[in-house]
């Protein structure tokens, strides 16, 4: 248990579903992201929230719609997905995403999505 | 794109140390070299830290080279629970973004 908890861990969803990931950390951090990670291919940034603001969307597809209501917690509503979409989604956290600072992020177990 | 270059692939006897090199040619003089492991389908392990100094916790050594230009993580007794792919990242714009990374193989 890493203090970022991640449900649920695996979901199967049909391409005209609509469901949401859910994420929440313990560690009273203010910064909270999404990264994609499809079979044999690197960690893909998604979404970056600092303080319950949106500060990066790497150019995600509106198919993927994050919520961040707190700093504690982070949803990824996803509608009408692709098979292409199925991998693992993992959620991090950290405390200090300030380019000043060492930034060290904390992540879930991740989420194992499988669109049919 | 990552701004690390690391060996795609390393093995290590048991019981031995774990040299992984990291190439950084462009890391500016601010920024931290950050590395990670992640273990078959979990999540990312965060390892250990540094910016111009060396490193040292519980779980490994960083050393990082007068120039800042690479480094190299040490996992000092190498065990069948290392088996994993390691990480080495430096921010790019701010985002901490993943490259391939290095797969290790622990042979028993």
């Known amino acids: 248990e890493t203090g970022v908890t991640q449900t649920p861990r695996h979901l199967v969803m049909g391409m005209t579903n609509k469901k949401s990931l859910k994420c929440e950390q313990h560690l009273g951090h203010n910064a909270m992201y999404w990264y994609k990670q499809s079979a044999k291919k690197p960690l893909e940034l998604m979404f970056v929230?600092?303080?319950?603001?949106?500060?990066e969307n790497n150019s995600v597809p509106s198919r993927f719609s994050p919520e961040c209501p707190n700093s504690s917690h982070l949803f990824l509503h996803l509608h009408t997905l692709q098979p292409e979409d199925s991998a693992l989604y993992l959620c991090?956290?950290?405390?200090?995403?300030?380019?000043?600072?060492?930034?060290?992020?904390?992540f879930g177990a991740g989420s194992r999505l499988t669109v049919l | 794109d990552a701004k690390t270059t690391q060996p795609p692939s390393m093995d290590c006897a048991e019981g031995r140390a774990a040299n992984l090199p990291c190439n950084h040619s462009?890391?500016?003089?601010?920024?931290?070299v950050y590395w990670y492991r992640q273990i078959h389908s979990q999540g990312p392990q965060y390892i250990i830290h540094g910016l111009k100094n060396n490193e040292t916790n519980e779980m490994a050594s960083l050393i990082i080279t007068e120039d800042r230009k690479s480094s190299t993580l040490i996992l000092p007794h190498a065990t069948l629970r290392d088996t994993a792919v390691y990480y080495c990242?430096?921010?790019?714009?701010?985002?901490?973004?993943f490259g391939k990374g290095t797969r290790l193989h622990i042979l028993p």
């Open positions: 990242i430096v921010r790019v714009n701010d985002k901490i973004i």
């Open positions: 991090a956290s950290s405390q200090d995403p300030s380019p000043r600072g060492a930034n060290v992020l904390t």
């Open positions: 929230y600092n303080f319950k603001e949106q500060t």
């Open positions: 462009t890391i500016s003089g601010n920024e931290y």
